[in-house]
Each structure stands twice: as C-alpha cells, then as structure tokens.
T-cell receptor, first 109, second 113 residues
Framework: RKEVEQDPGPFNVPEGATVAFNCTYSNSASQSFFWYRQDCRKEPKLLMSVYSSGNEDGRFTAQLNRASQYISLLIRDSKLSDSATYLCVVNNGGYQLIWGAGTKLIIKP | EPEVTQTPSHQVTQMGQEVILRCVPISNHLYFYWYRQILGQKVEFLVSFYNNEISEKSEIFDDQFSVERPDGSNFTLKIRSTKLEDSAMYFC???????????FGQGTRLTVV
C-alpha cells in the first residue's frame, strides 16, 4: 500500500459545482497534513494546512479523519481558476514530507 | 513575503556534463529539500537536509547527486554526469520544521540533450 494515495482523476466538474477529494495515508503516527495546489509547469503552492478540528478558508474546507486515516478537501462554488492538480502531503514527524500523486481537477464552463 | 528562489529557471546541458542547481531557502528555515518532477508525473522526493547534513534521501539520489549548503544561505544540488533521464523540473523547498508546511521555489527546468 502506498504511503499516501489519491484518486488521480481527472475530475471534470461544471463551474459552480461542489467537488470533494479524499486522500488516504498509511502511517497512523502521521502528524501534520497539507493540501497543495499545482498548476501546469509551476511549483506546488500551499493551499491549506489540515487541522484536527477541520478548517475552512473561503470556498475551501479541509477535514481530517484520523480513525479512517484520510483527509479531504471540499471546494464549493468551483471556479474555472480552480482547475489544477491538488496534492496531498503528510508529515510523519520525520524530515520527509510524503506526497500523494495528485488529483487533477478540470472545471468546465 | 519571503520566498524560496531558484536559479537558473531553465538549464540545457549535454549528456555527461555536470550541472549545479542553486536555491536560496527562506532565511529562518531549518529544513531543506530537493524534489524533481518529470513532465506529467508526480513530485518525487530526492533529498532532505538538516543541520548541515543529509537527513534522508531517496533511491533516485544516487552517487551522481550531491547537495551542499556552502555559505549558510545557498543550497545547491549537483548532478555529476547528467543522463537524458535527468531531464525534469527540479524544485527546492524549505520549511521551519516541526509541523510546518514547506515552501517551494519556482523550479529549474533541466533539459539534458
């Protein structure tokens, strides 16, 4: 089993719709979790950290489920500019950040 | 806002040549990373560096690769004898430590011909 798994997609979603991604992780001792966004041929950029209590930033909501070992990202009222690859990142408390392969999102007008 | 900077943005080199990719991490960060991403593929971890030494490295990071932090600000990745398959985008990242997020540079696109 991969350490961090994501559905590669692509998710084709009409503008204005709500879309959700999950990311599962294998190490129950994982300590911190992040969602990054990567546009084509650009560097990954932090979208949001994921806190135990869940957190929201505008149209974006992140949740952590430690019992089932997954994190989720919900995007409401999706915009064309949300089209990107969304990367799940997990820190197991060591030096390395473990990256998922990413979920590609395409928002269609 | 502080940022990670990488130079050059694009480098073309002949197979067998040595290349050095440069990064200036954010100044108060303690953990430094190199990643690579082959076009259309996932971000792959190469190496992490902490307290002036390599803390972890992947299978990709073989004897052809080395890293240095020569002067307390620059963080370099050297590839001694480049191969065609080294062509990729190379990202440098840094973070403060603990549970904090990593910040990425804009990448160096390496093309080996």
């Amino acid at each position: 089993r991969k350490e961090v798994e994501q559905d590669p997609g692509p998710f084709n979603v009409p503008e204005g719709a709500t879309v959700a991604f999950n990311c599962t992780y294998s190490n129950s001792a994982s300590q911190s979790f992040f969602w990054y966004r990567q546009d084509c041929r650009k560097e990954p950029k932090l979208l949001m950290s994921v806190y135990s209590s869940g957190n929201e930033d505008g149209r974006f909501t992140a949740q952590l489920n430690r019992a089932s070992q997954y994190i989720s990202l919900l995007i409401r009222d999706s915009k064309l500019s949300d089209s990107a690859t969304y990367l799940c990142v997990v820190n197991n408390g060591g030096y390395q950040l473990i990256w998922g392969a990413g979920t590609k999102l395409i928002i269609k007008p | 806002e502080p940022e990670v900077t990488q130079t050059p943005s694009h480098q073309v080199t002949q197979m067998g040549q040595e290349v050095i990719l440069r990064c200036v991490p954010i100044s108060n960060h303690l953990y430094f990373y190199w990643y690579r991403q082959i076009l259309g593929q996932k971000v792959e971890f190469l190496v992490s560096f902490y307290n002036n030494e390599i803390s972890e490295k992947s299978e990709i990071f073989d004897d052809q690769f080395s890293v240095e932090r020569p002067d307390g600000s620059n963080f370099t990745l050297k590839i001694r004898s480049t191969k065609l398959e080294d062509s990729a985008m190379y990202f440098c990242a840094s973070r403060v430590g603990g549970d904090t997020e990593a910040f990425f540079g804009q990448g160096t696109r390496l093309t080996v011909v």
